[in-house]
């Protein structure tokens, strides 16, 4: 059995974007060329700001979306179009919101045993048992199993939308913002019980999120995505103790203190998301650009737990030698 489960080779997702009939169609690339392996077991989180290309790239892997061009591979097997109910059955998703992601129409049996339906498995019998089984799981009352999405609170939703996603048993589990939408005094329970049903399962999660106190909580790996690029990827400890892109050095900066003393917090970057038209993405936001940050891409810099692409790294290993 092989360590990697989950691989991305140079995925790129393009879409085309009418402007008006007698206007050229526009290009956006919303995943640009990115690469990853996922190994078996880990928490692997991807995180930074709306419109980054987080959401299309999880869709990606759901096989919702297919890449313009590149590979994404479970377990070896390419993620096609053709095969998404096959796919399906190793890989599911929690999404963000519970409130929407349920239909308010379905009983909380029903919802549950969606998945187990549609790839017909088992019998009525056999089906309730299990539905049984998820609730137990989850955390939630068997007499829950009649109820509808509308008379349950917003955690209670979201273990229903848990349930369903881990009733087939899949191998990895996109979790898209699954606690976004609750309440503080709710997240922390959630999110517990995430951590409780991977090592209970021994499920691989692939965590998307800009909540970094939540990925610092459950990460094993960071991915840094920025206009639809990786620029840095590491070590949960390694990232969090020494930034080295300065996005990321950003990102982190950003996260509010309970120090009333230290106020909102700066990042000196700016609210635009525009890319550089030449060099690096990030050089119009950048703080620290050089000279090369206009002209040139950065390439891939080799750290001891990951890598990061920034002009500036190399700079530092010229000074530090």
Known sequence: MSETLLELRHVTRVFDLSQGVFRRVARLTAVADVSLTVKRGEVFALVGESGSGKTTLAKMLLGLLPPSSGEILVDGAPVTAKDRVAISRRVQPIFQDPYSSLNPRKSVAQLIALPLIV????????????????????????????????????????????????????????????????????????????????????????????????????????????????????????????????????LLESVLTPDPDLGVP????????????????????????????????????????????????AEEAVSAS
């Open 119 to 250: 790839h017909g498995v088992g019998n009525r019998a056999s089906r309730r048992a299990k539905v049984m089984e998820m609730l137990d799981l989850v955390g939630l009352s068997r007499r829950h199993y009649d109820a509808y999405p509308g008379q349950l609170s917003g955690g209670q939703r979201q273990r229903v939308a848990i349930a369903r996603a881990l009733i087939l048993r899949p191998e990895v589990v996109i979790c898209d913002e699954p606690t976004s939408a609750l309440d503080v005094s709710v997240q922390a329970q959630i999110l517990n019980l995430l951590l409780e049903l991977k090592r209970e399962l021994g499920l691989t999660y692939f965590f998307i999120s800009h909540n970094l106190a939540v990925v610092e909580h459950l990460a094993d790996r960071v991915a840094v995505m920025y206009l639809g690029r990786f620029v840095e990827e590491r070590s949960r400890a390694g990232l969090f103790a020494s930034p080295r892109h300065p996005y990321t050095r950003a």
């Open 266 to 313: 700066d990042t000196r970057i700016g609210n635009t998301t525009a890319g550089g038209e030449s060099g690096c993405p990030f050089n119009p936001r950048c703080p620290d650009a050089i000279d090369i940050c206009h002209t040139t891409p950065p390439a891939v810099r080799t750290l001891p737990d990951g890598w990061a692409t920034c002009h500036l790294i």
